[in-house]
């Protein structure tokens, strides 16, 4: 999945995105999350930041920094949160944000 620190949709989500990603990892799903902001734009995004949030709201997940954004262009990501599913290891079988509806 794709999240910040700073997008007001992440903030309002971030206790049902640890809760959803709780439950699911119990079932074997495997879990990360990217940031791939720029820290020159948006500094409260950097990787000290991260790691204060990760730790704050328990994060179960690896929270990773794409510095230099390839990542996210790679995947197509152009929204937070942006979450990508995987079938084996290359077939994306759902791509989506995220809504609880």
Do not use: W
């Not at 990217?34 to 930041?49: K, L, M, Y």
């Not at 995987?86 to 994306?92: A, E, G, I, P, S």
């Amino acid at each position: 999945m794709f999240i910040c620190n700073h997008c007001p949709f992440v903030k309002h989500l971030k206790k049902d995105i640890v809760k959803l990603t709780n439950f699911y990892m119990k079932k074997g799903l495997a879990v990360i999350a990217i940031s791939s902001n720029s820290v020159a734009t948006h500094p409260q995004d950097g990787p000290e930041f991260m790691a204060e949030e990760a730790k704050f709201f328990n994060y179960p997940f690896p929270y990773l920094y794409d510095e230099s954004q390839e990542v996210a262009r790679g995947f197509g990501a152009v929204c937070t949160p942006e979450f990508f599913l995987f079938k084996k290891v290359t077939l994306c079988i759902h791509r989506n944000a995220f809504s609880t509806a």
